[in-house]
Structure formats: structure tokens, C-alpha cells
């Protein structure tokens, strides 16, 4: 939609309108977070919200990816359950597994979530030779039930293959400016007119974009691996997230060094900001309260899943 000039609201008018409007929502029944499928954490991680940002952080082949997809999972469900109250919009840049690999975990959740089938996605794919996949599964994916949920998961997660930063940034700006109105106000004794306020076309709509994981992000002209990432996080947070109230999950490895003998000798084996893998000084991206609660809450999720 197009930019609109000179037709602000006031930010105190606004941020007030904002808190009844958030009041009313919970007094008419209705939502301002997806609530959280982690039970035991409730207190501290109350679930995804609009416009926050998250940080999974954990040592390699920890289940950083399982777990994150497992929050998608439950709050996709959700939505489906609750079409009035939550429309969801995943962005998935899988920079290190593929769209279709990801939908297989996808199909391996659902058969446990519906049916209480355990099967891995390796054996959904008849890895082992002698193991192929049970015909009465492959029935039961093929089934009308499921279609509906898969049909439904092709209209809310969509993946790019884009892998730079300025790439990510274009593909959600588009979609933002494409699905609601930019206000823009003009500066003081200046005819010049800057960004003041994003309204999206449907406040329902959750927009969630992840990286992962973000130190496979793709290099731009003159920068190092980490200039990159650094870019990036601020990319998502400093617009998409604080402009365009999307939601932002950054997977991010903790570097090898956190995971040696002289660490586990230490008891140094938590991960923590100053572990972060290529580059520490993304987590200056996340409010204080996001990151202690949130990331460290996911890292304490990962250790135990």
C-alpha cells in the first residue's frame, strides 16, 4: 500500500490507543501473544508476540532448529484452531537445511500431534535400506485430514532461498509495505519527510521471520563474515522488527571454543552471549529483558529437549 504524508497520529494519542485497544482484546476473549507450548517456562516466556525478538543459541547438533520448529509448530496449530483471533505468516530462510527437509519434520510432528505415531523424519524418507517407510503411514499422509493441515502449512510458511542481508531486508520490506501503510511525518524546518508509524493491513496477522542459522548468511561486497551478520541482526531489528512489527527468531551457534576441554574442565559449558559463534555483539540486538528471559530460557529448553 502506498505511504501516506501528513496524516499521523500523535504518539501519545497512539500509544494510548494502543493500550485499550491491547485491554480490550483479553476482556472480548481474544489474544495479544500466542500463547507458549513450553508449560514449564510459562512464567518467564508467556509466547510469541508481535514485534519481539528472540535469539535460540546452543553448542552444535544441540537441537536448536527442533526446537525452534516445534514453537512454529504449536503456535501454526494455534492459529488453525483460532482463525479469528491469529493468522500466521512464517518467513523461513533455511540457510542450512532444505524447505523440504523442514516440511518432513513438519509431517513427523503432525503424525505424533494427531495420531501419536512416533517416526522420525529420517525414517519417513526410508533412510535405512532395510526399513521402508509403513504403507499405512503413507495412507494416513495421503488421508484428507492431513492434506487439509498440509495445504494449510503451504499458506502460512514460506521459504526463500535468498541468503544475503540486504536480500532478507528487501524480501520483508516488500511484503510489509505490500500488506499495510507507512506513515511518514515531516521534519522540523525541513520539507524533508521521514518514517513515523507502520500499521499492518490485519492486526491479527503474526509475521514471523527466521534465520537459519545466521552464521551461514551469505557475505555482501566488502564486508567480512562477521560485518555480515552484524548487518543483518540489525536489519531485523532496528526495521523489521521496530518498524514493521515482525517477529524475528535468529538461530545462532555457539563458537567451538565454548565446547573444549579446558571449558568443560572450567564448567564453562553454558552457552551465553559472550560464546556466540562469528560474531557476540548480536545480542546487543534484544532488549536486556528478551535476551535473560528468552534466549537464555531457549538454551535452557535446548539442554533438556
Known amino acids: 500500500m502506498a505511504d ?63 526446537v525452534t520448529l516445534y514453537l512454529l509448530f504449536e503456535a501454526f496449530l494455534y492459529a488453525c484452531e483460532h482463525p479469528n483471533q491469529v493468522k500466521l505468516k512464517v518467513f523461513y530462510y533455511p540457510l542450512e537445511e532444505t524447505d523440504e527437509r523442514i516440511f518432513n519434520r513438519f509431517q513427523s510432528w503432525l503424525l505424533f500431534k494427531l495420531d501419536k505415531i512416533r517416526i522420525s523424519p529420517s525414517n519417513l524418507r526410508s533412510t535405512r535400506n532395510e526399513e521402508p517407510l509403513p504403507e499405512y503411514v503413507l495412507k494416513l499422509l495421503e488421508s484428507e485430514k492431513y492434506v487439509n493441515y498440509f495445504n494449510a502449512f503451504e499458506k502460512c510458511f514460506s ?45 491479527t496477522e503474526y509475521r514471523i521471520v527466521v534465520i537459519d542459522h545466521i552464521s551461514l548468511v551469505d557475505n555482501e561486497r566488502g564486508m567480512t563474515k562477521k560485518e555480515a551478520i552484524d548487518k543483518l541482526s540489525e536489519y531485523l531489528t532496528k526495521y523489521l522488527r521496530n518498524r514493521y512489527n515482525f517477529t524475528t ?57
Open 159 to 203: 521459504f526463500s532461498n535468498v541468503s544475503n542481508p540486504t536480500g532478507i531486508m528487501k524480501e520483508m520490506k516488500t511484503y510489509a509495505e505490500e500488506h499495510g501503510t507507512t506513515f511518514k511525518k515531516k521534519v522540523e524546518y525541513s520539507d524533508t519527510e521521514v518514517f513515523d508509524y507502520y500499521e499492518q493491513e490485519d492486526p
Open 4 to 66: 501516506t504524508f501528513g496524516m499521523s497520529e500523535g504518539l501519545v494519542q497512539r500509544a494510548i490507543t494502543n493500550l485499550k485497544k491491547r485491554r480490550q482484546n483479553l476482556i472480548d476473549g481474544k489474544i495479544n501473544s500466542i500463547p507458549s507450548p513450553f508449560k514449564r517456562f510459562s512464567n518467564d516466556f508467556i509466547g510469541l508476540e508481535q514485534g519481539m525478538s528472540m535469539g535460540i543459541t546452543s553448542f552444535s547438533k544441540s537441537g536448536k532448529t527442533q
Open 249 to 305: 527468531i535468529v538461530i545462532q551457534q555457539q563458537s567451538v571454543e565454548g565446547e573444549s576441554n579446558d571449558s568443560i574442565k572450567l564448567g564453562r559449558i553454558r552457552p551465553s552471549s559472550g560464546n556466540l559463534s562469528d560474531s557476540k555483539y548480536v545480542a546487543r540486538d534484544y532488549p536486556q529483558i528478551v535476551f535473560k528471559h528468552k534466549l537464555i530460557l531457549i538454551i535452557c529448553i535446548i539442554r533438556s529437549y
